[in-house]
């Protein structure tokens, strides 16, 4: 299996280009950039971004947040119609350890048969989150992710998922990390463990001003606060985590850890900055 490596950069930024290009080249991997979606020059509202319905999981998200959802969509359309089984999909801001390409090289031996997951998270945060216990395959070891998680810094996807994403999402409301992450019944994300990356925002290590900043939090052309819907709305939504949590409070996540799960921080790569102390 063959696996293309792609990071996701704003024209506007080439500062963070020659960041992810730095850190390629350290570990002997070679990076294709894919030009994100400009939120402060999109034009309109796209065709896939669909508001106001009960159907997804937020009424409403901002302009940079549609635009990120945008640029992701960009990623695994080329991976979907590439002529690799697979790619590997990073945000522009992420330390990557030396063992990113020995991970990539073990998948490579991999039938679609013995896929880890639906998607493979590399990346880890430094919040609390709910994994199963260990599987190894090939010299990876992964933990089913058991709860929607944050980050979509780094990720690898097969063909045939990324086609199913395109599908998905061809009409959205969300954030690309929450589709990517969250467990159902026809989709099964895995983080690899230890994580092969993390990105600035949760490393303790100096970044360049010119990487670290991002989308200015206060600008009103792509962060505007969006609504969150109708009361009838925002209750379902409610109702529907009071259930999906209710499971965790009566023996579950005793029985997750009895099965050899854990609940808790992916550790790090030793080779990557260590967390951010918070």
């Given at each position: 299996m063959k696996a293309e490596a792609l990071y996701i950069n704003l024209a506007r930024m080439p500062a963070r280009a020659a960041f992810m290009q730095d850190q390629a080249e350290r570990i002997g991997l070679t990076l294709h950039r894919i030009e994100a979606?400009?939120?402060?020059?999109?034009?309109?509202?796209?065709?896939?971004?669909?508001?106001?319905?009960?159907?997804?999981?937020?009424?409403?998200?901002?302009?940079?947040?549609m635009a990120c959802f945008l640029s992701h969509r960009?990623?695994?359309?080329?991976?979907?119609?590439?002529?690799?089984?697979?790619?590997?999909?990073?945000?522009?801001?992420?330390?990557?350890?030396?063992?990113l390409p020995a991970a990539l090289d073990r998948l490579a031996g991999l039938a679609f048969s013995d896929w880890p997951g639906s998607v493979l998270k590399?990346?880890?945060?430094?919040?609390?989150?709910?994994?199963?216990?260990?599987?190894?395959?090939?010299?990876?070891?992964?933990?089913?992710?058991?709860?929607?998680?944050s980050s979509a810094g780094a990720y690898v996807l097969h063909r045939r998922h990324a086609a199913?994403?395109?599908?998905?999402?061809?009409?959205?409301?969300?954030?690309?990390?929450?589709?990517l992450?969250?467990?159902?019944?026809?989709?099964?994300?895995?983080?690899?463990?230890?994580?092969?990356?993390?990105?600035?925002?949760?490393?303790?290590?100096?970044?360049?001003?010119?990487?670290?900043?991002?989308?200015?939090?206060a600008d009103p052309r792509v962060n505007q606060p969006p609504a969150r819907g109708p009361l009838d709305y925002r209750l379902m939504k409610e109702a529907r985590r009071t259930w999906r949590r209710a499971p965790r409070r009566f023996g579950g996540d005793a029985r997750l850890l009895r099965e050899g799960?854990?609940?808790?921080?992916?550790?790090?790569?030793?080779?990557?900055?260590?967390?951010r102390k918070r």
């Open positions: 979606v400009d939120a402060q020059a999109l034009q309109g509202i796209p065709p896939e971004y669909d508001p106001h319905s009960r159907r997804h999981p937020r009424w409403e998200i901002a302009r940079s947040t960009l990623a695994w359309r080329r991976i979907a119609e590439g002529e690799d089984d697979a790619g590997l999909v990073m945000e522009d801001d992420v330390f990557l350890s030396a063992e590399l990346d880890g945060i430094d919040l609390p989150a709910r994994f199963g216990a260990i599987r190894e395959s090939a010299g990876l070891c992964t933990r089913e992710i058991r709860q929607t998680i199913a994403l395109l599908s998905r999402s061809s009409s959205f409301c969300d954030h690309p990390d929450d589709l992450f969250t467990p159902r019944s026809d989709w099964h994300p895995v983080q690899l463990t230890p994580a092969v990356a993390v990105q600035g925002v949760w490393a303790d290590a100096d970044m360049p001003a010119s990487v670290a900043e991002g989308e200015p939090a799960g854990m609940i808790g921080s992916i550790p790090l790569a030793p080779d990557l900055p260590p967390y």
